[in-house]
T-cell receptor, first 112, second 112 residues
Framework: KAGVTQTPRYLIKTRGQQVTLSCSPI?????VSWYQQTPGQGLQFLFEYFSETQRNKGNFPGRFSGRQFSNSRSEMNVSTLELGDSALYLC???????????FGPGTRLTVT | TQLLEQSPQFLSIQEGENLTVYCNSS?????LQWYRQEPGEGPVLLVTVVTGGEVKKLKRLTFQFGDARKDSSLHITAAQPGDTGLYLC????????????FGDGTTLTVKP
């Protein structure tokens, strides 16, 4: 089985722009979770999608949004980028335990 | 909100030494995961512990879940440079609506 894939791996954007990140979960998995990782805040939960529906949401502003398609691929969008949005954005598929996560390699977003 | 505190935050040791990393909380978790993350990559799941008092071994790594399911430890015997990385603990429970809570991590450097 292929693992979690994320594209692109690296992105550089300017403040005020918007960005869309893509994630494909492990084949056959219908759930996708997104996390933001920064040196100061660590790994923080953004949201989780299951069968195209948002099931859980973290404490992030409305500029952060996501969606999931019928083939389970997911996209995350950040509008009106701020310098503080610079981070590694990780996508994950669940494991056999409810809280296990199998992560993709991440997308490194730099906002200048 | 369930919080996980990891200690130490940074650890630098020589090859061949032993070490222990701790993950503590005042909350009870239904399960706890340990991950290892290398720079620029996503975290890789090492183990899940579920039962209070449970001990799991993965080659030179020993994981223990506290009796009360509030804390965990990771012990590495005869550390090698390949063990270098960020070690993260994460837990889930009913109070956080199905989302994993991550600790801030322990950065381990093993010098040859």
């Amino acid at each position: 089985k292929a693992g979690v894939t994320q594209t692109p791996r690296y992105l550089i954007k300017t403040r005020g722009q918007q960005v869309t990140l893509s994630c494909s979960p492990i084949s056959g998995h219908r759930s996708v979770s997104w996390y933001q990782q920064t040196p100061g805040q660590g790994l923080q939960f953004l949201f989780e999608y299951f069968s195209e529906t948002q099931r859980n949401k973290g404490n992030f502003p409305g500029r952060f949004s996501g969606r999931q398609f019928s083939n389970s691929r997911s996209e995350m969008n950040v509008s009106t980028l701020e310098l503080g949005d610079s981070a590694l954005y990780l996508c994950a598929s669940p494991g056999t335990d409810l809280y296990e996560q199998y992560f993709g390699p991440g997308t490194r977003l730099t906002v200048t | 909100t369930q919080l996980l505190e990891q200690s130490p935050q940074f650890l630098s040791i020589q090859e061949g030494e032993n070490l222990t990393v701790y993950c503590n909380s005042s909350s009870v978790f239904s399960s706890l995961q340990w991950y290892r993350q290398e720079p620029g990559e996503g975290p890789v799941l090492l183990v899940t512990v579920v039962t209070g008092g449970e001990v799991k071994k993965l080659k030179r790594l020993t994981f223990q879940f506290g009796d009360a399911r509030k804390d965990s430890s990771l012990h590495i015997t005869a550390a090698q440079p390949g063990d270098t990385g960020l070690y993260l603990c994460a837990g889930g429970g009913r109070t956080n609506a199905g989302k994993s809570t991550f600790g801030d991590g322990t950065t381990l450097t093993v010098k040859p």
